[in-house]
């Protein structure tokens, strides 16, 4: 998986990631970067996977959920009606086929290297 951040004027880390890893970055930018509390469940749940108190989980995000295992993690567009209605599609940078895997060590590498950023 690679990634890399862009320091923005209003302090916060724009994340980028290669194509086949994009639907991570767009989370990151869009759930996440204004919110970074917001990112604690997922890392509790990280190291509960990866010390074998939890066999799966599934976060549900506001535009996308994160269903990871101890070695797999899958991302993708929660379903269109599950959306508010009063979002506008165009500026989300969602699509259908907007989905990525990656294990979840390199998940943890690059949410690590953001909170570090």
């Given at each position: 998986?690679?990634?890399s951040f862009e320091h923005l004027s209003d302090g916060t880390l724009l994340a980028?990631?290669?194509d086949e890893h994009q639907a991570f970055a767009?989370?990151?930018?869009?759930?996440?970067?204004?919110?970074?509390?917001a990112l604690l469940p997922?890392?509790?749940?990280?190291?509960a996977l990866k010390s074998?108190?939890?066999k799966h989980y599934l976060h549900e995000g506001h535009y996308y959920q994160i269903d990871m295992t101890r070695?797999?993690?899958?991302?993708?567009?929660?379903?269109?009606?599950?959306?508010?209605?009063?979002?506008d599609m165009?500026?989300?940078?969602?699509?259908?086929?907007?989905?990525?895997?990656?294990?979840?060590e390199d998940f943890e590498a690059f949410l690590n290297s953001w909170s570090e950023g």
């Open positions: 998986m690679e990634f980028e990631c290669n767009h989370w990151l930018n869009q759930e996440i970067r204004h919110k970074p509390a997922v890392m509790q749940a990280i190291a074998g108190q939890k070695d797999d993690v899958i991302i993708k567009p929660r379903e269109w009606d599950d959306l508010p209605d009063d979002e165009h500026n989300l940078h969602l699509d259908e086929d907007n989905e990525a895997a990656c294990g979840l």
